[in-house]
């Protein structure tokens, strides 16, 4: 039995969402004494310091960015190496390629769980629908998940380094190519310490501008109810919630979001929520720490505003 977590990296550092697919898959490990193997398309600096998060090796294999190059290379590799669990990151491309490994080495595949367990010899996946935790069992010989963001803790053990494996010849079709780096300084939402939600209020695409601004006044990123992105107000990356992303800020600002139950699950471990919503009965009111009860569009043009007024103030100062 062996699990294999298919990182994806930024600058060559593993993302988050990738230390906690590691971590659980590491759960798998102690549970089975199994080997725990990371693979990752692009190189990791201090890759053999994985060993503390429980890899017992890491694979990296530089190729061309695509999604079908990529999943041929993981189902050699996971026929090779006799992997049983694949676990991927609930990420665009993490999905996608767990949809395709799954199709093309006959394993089941569950999508979003915020855990996955070996219990009465077979691989456990939990993920949440709406507010009830569902388990999927595996009866598949090999099973392929996705893990959600912001649902594992990140264990450290005692074994420091592992080794690190540098292949060129995993799959049929690899071709090893230069990439060039490109520093990328926006950090997406998953990850953001600040989000402005947009909802169905917004009513018009363009208004949807007035929440991207707002977001840029205060470094953070964009988000969207799952309604506000059915009608096209926002683009599908920007879903928060229980089937969208699930989102760990300091700072949420929902602006016309109602805060239906499946929403507040993505967005209950922000640190602080504000609503700007002209109903008082609205969900997210409700569970709000901070409530700006007013027409959006009066709020947050004079939020913008009084931004703008102080970076002028500040920058006359200096
Ligand atoms: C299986 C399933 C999964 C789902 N998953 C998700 C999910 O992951 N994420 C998600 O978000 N939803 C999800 N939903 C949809 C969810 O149930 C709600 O329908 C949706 O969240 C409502 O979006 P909303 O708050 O943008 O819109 P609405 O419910 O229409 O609320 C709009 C809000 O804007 C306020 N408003 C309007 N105009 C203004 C103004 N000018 N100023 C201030 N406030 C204003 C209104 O008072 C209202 O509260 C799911 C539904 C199902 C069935």
């Known amino acids: ?6 990182a994806q990296t930024e600058n060559n550092k593993l993302k988050k969402v990738s230390l906690e697919a590691i971590s659980a898959g590491r759960n798998i490990v102690e549970e089975t004494k199994c080997r725990l193997i990371v ?4 190189t990791i600096s201090n890759a053999e310091s994985l060993g503390a998060l429980g890899a017992q090796k890491v694979v990296i294999c530089e190729t061309d960015n695509n999604s079908e190059q990529y999943a041929n290379i993981i189902s050699n590799f996971v026929s090779k190496e006799h992997i049983t669990t694949v676990l991927f990151s609930s990420t665009s491309l993490g999905n996608d390629l767990a949809a395709r490994v799954a199709g093309k080495v006959g394993a089941g ?5 915020v855990s996955v367990d070996f219990i009465e010899g077979m691989i456990q996946a939990k993920k949440t629908v709406s507010n009830l935790l569902a388990t999927i069992e595996f009866n598949s010989l090999i099973s ?3 893990i959600s963001p912001n649902t594992q803790k990140i264990k450290i053990f005692k ?19 230069v990439k060039e780096r490109t520093s990328v300084t926006k950090k997406n939402l998953e990850n953001a310490e600040i989000v402005v939600c947009g909802g169905y209020g917004v009513k018009e695409p363009g208004n949807f501008k007035m929440i991207d601004l707002l977001a840029e006044h205060i470094g953070g990123e964009t988000g969207a109810t799952k309604t506000a ?22 700072l949420y600002i929902g602006c016309g979001v109602n805060g239906s139950r499946e929403h507040l699950d993505g967005i209950k471990t922000s640190r ?16 709000a720490d901070y409530v700006i009860l007013d027409d959006m569009w009066r709020v947050i043009p004079s939020i913008i505003s009084e931004l703008e007024k102080e970076k002028f103030r500040k920058k006359s100062e200096n």
């Open 159 to 177: 074994r420091k380094t592992c080794p690190v494996e540098f292949s060129e010849n995993l799959g049929s079709v690899l071709k090893t190519v």
């Open 144 to 146: 392929v998940a996705t």
């Open 272 to 287: 602080v929520i504000v609503a700007i919503n002209k109903n008082p009965d609205a969900p997210l009111v409700q569970n």
């Open 229 to 250: 992105v059915e009608v096209g107000l926002a683009d599908e990356n920007k879903h928060i919630g229980a089937s969208g992303k699930l989102i760990n800020p300091l």
């Open 109 to 113: 595949v569950a999508f979003n769980c």
């Open 39 to 42: 693979l990752s398309f692009e």
């Open 1 to 6: 039995m062996t699990v294999l977590v298919v």
